[in-house]
């Protein structure tokens, strides 16, 4: 296969060419004996005539920064040097912004910009979390070590994500075919049974001529209630982007009978876990305190974290402080924490905590959807018998009606 390739040389100069070899990979190492930085490395494909490529700009995710830094860990260990380890990792990074992102810190760290400090200039990517934790491992010598911390937490995030997205799905999708089988009912089946009532020209009783107004009514200004519903839901966006309305969010999701606790205890999971591996990188408490309260985005919790901050350079300790905030941070938490300050082992107390709270996310999420189940087959027997009444009983006024 033939593959078209960018490069520069040691002393700066960009060339580009053609290779034939059996695989990219084949192809990175027949470019490399030339003592050559390979920035671009594509197959070369047939020209199309009709159709052209679309390539998306799809975000980075944590998924993708998990297998990035555990793969530059890995390489890192191994003592391939970390230009060599950033190139070859672009040639397989699967999304087109990330590789450039990736090439890019390439080049800025081969022209001598430390590695954290390429890093930063990605911010939308590469956060504060992460950049400080790398400046760590440059302060310590020990970048593939805080790299696999990293990459553990960023495994740990997503998996936390996606128990909260599976809690989700099931609910959005069934409310989704309710959805679907109104409108079935509204547009197509009550239109007929409304003609059939007509044309018998029977008497009909109030409740079905209730019945068949509420579905007329529905049937003629659906697109009305629609576009209400979007005006709604286009407002309740505006105003939850807003500083006043992402703080009101942020309470009131809070309060949510069951919900609530579960993302209680995903903000309890994400604290304890990011101070934990802040200070296991040798990041200080105060420093750690104030990188986490920029990562997390609950408002109330993000108070609370820069308050603490704030106590805690004053003298104070952090399960004292936290003692306060009962309402956020249940006082197991905070009788774990004292303990950890007392033993001189905070960063372990705190990972056992953040270990704690992931189990008891699934526990939680799994028991939200046991319970849910019952409720939403209740409320969907509840809303089958409604229709089910809303068509039987005209089609029953009508067939008593005909003498």
């Not at 390539?55 to 530059?72: E, G, T, Y």
């Not at 919790?301 to 309402?327: F, P």
């Amino acid at each position: 296969m033939k593959y078209i390739y960018k490069a520069r040389t040691k002393e700066g100069k960009e060339e580009t060419g053609t290779i034939e070899a059996s695989s990219k990979e084949a192809a990175v190492l027949l470019l490399q004996k030339y003592n050559i930085f390979i920035t671009s490395l594509n197959e070369e494909r047939a020209k199309q005539i009709f159709f052209k490529e679309i390539k998306f700009n799809k975000k980075v995710s944590k998924k993708d920064l998990a297998i990035f830094s555990r793969q530059l860990a890995v390489m890192l260990s191994s003592h391939v040097p970390i230009i060599q380890s950033l190139q070859s990792l672009a040639l397989q990074a699967s999304k087109e912004n990330f590789r450039k992102i990736i090439l890019e810190v390439s080049k800025s760290v081969e022209e001598g910009v430390p590695f954290s400090g390429a890093l930063s200039r990605f911010p939308a990517t590469f956060d504060v979390f992460y950049v400080n934790l790398i400046r760590s491992g440059e302060v310590s010598g020990k970048i593939s070590y805080n790299l696999y911390y990293i990459a553990d937490n960023l495994e740990k995030e997503t998996s936390i994500a996606n128990q909260v997205r599976q809690a989700i799905i099931y609910p959005a999708f069934t409310l989704s075919v309710l959805f679907i089988v109104l409108n079935i009912v509204v547009i197509f089946l009550l239109p007929k049974i409304k003609t059939l009532i007509k044309e018998s020209g029977s008497k009909s009783t109030p409740f079905t001529i209730f019945i068949l107004n509420f579905y007329d009514f529905l049937g003629k200004f659906w697109w009305v209630m629609l576009l209400g519903f979007i005006l709604f839901i286009f407002f309740g966006i505006f105003y939850f982007r807003t500083s006043k309305g992402k703080e009101d969010f942020d309470r009131i999701s809070l309060r949510i009978p069951f919900i609530g606790d579960i993302m209680r205890k995903v903000f309890l999971a994400r604290f304890c876990s990011s101070i934990s591996t802040l200070m296991v990188a040798g990041v200080s408490i105060n420093k750690s305190l104030e990188i986490t309260a920029s990562t997390v985005n609950n408002n109330a919790y993000k108070r609370i974290i820069n308050e603490v901050g704030i106590k805690v350079s004053e003298g104070q300790k952090v399960s004292v402080i936290l003692a306060g905030y009962k309402d956020y941070f249940p006082s197991f938490v905070v009788q774990i924490i004292k303990v950890g300050e007392e033993t001189g082992k905070l960063d372990e107390i705190l990972m056992e905590v953040a270990n704690f709270y992931q189990k008891e996310i699934k526990r939680a999420i799994d028991l939200f959807l046991a319970l849910l189940e019952p409720i939403l087959i209740i409320f969907l027997g509840i809303i089958v018998m409604v229709l089910a009444v809303s068509v039987f009983v005209p089609l029953y006024g009508t067939f008593s009606g005909i003498e």
